[in-house]
């Protein structure tokens, strides 16, 4: 299957900026779309933003305008660049992927995840 793993969160003030990265990892696979999802404590998972393979974008209504995805296929790495960072975007970051296998069964799997946390 394809491992994802990512990185890059940490802690910030307001008004600044991170930068995420999902590295995926695995032979034979064809990935397709590429999301980030976040989780604030108490809270459910919520989609942030989406990358198809050929590079199209779609962003939830909070993040619009102040984050953008994007990707290296060469690299099989996503990234999420977050810039305005508010409070209400501290949550625990997970990259998803949905990848199709050399026989061709479709599948979705999820990093870890990585804390962002934005201070007042």
């Known amino acids: 299957q394809v491992q994802l793993v990512e990185s890059g969160g940490g802690l910030v003030q307001a008004g600044g900026s991170l930068r995420l990265s999902c590295a995926a990892s695995g032979s034979g696979f064809s990935i397709n779309d590429m999301n980030w999802y976040r989780q604030a404590p108490g809270k459910q998972r919520i989609l942030v933003a989406t990358?198809?393979?050929?590079?199209?974008?779609t962003y939830a209504d909070s993040v619009k305008g102040r984050f953008t995805v994007s990707r290296d296929n060469a690299k099989n790495t996503m990234y999420l660049q977050m810039n305005s960072l508010k409070p209400e975007d501290t949550a625990v970051y997970y990259c998803?992927?949905?990848?199709?296998?050399?026989?061709?069964?479709?599948?979705?799997?999820w990093g870890q995840g990585t804390q962002v946390t934005v201070s007042s």
């Open positions: 998803n992927a949905r990848y199709r296998t050399p026989l061709g069964y479709l599948y979705d799997n």
């Open positions: 990358i198809s393979s050929s590079g199209s974008t």
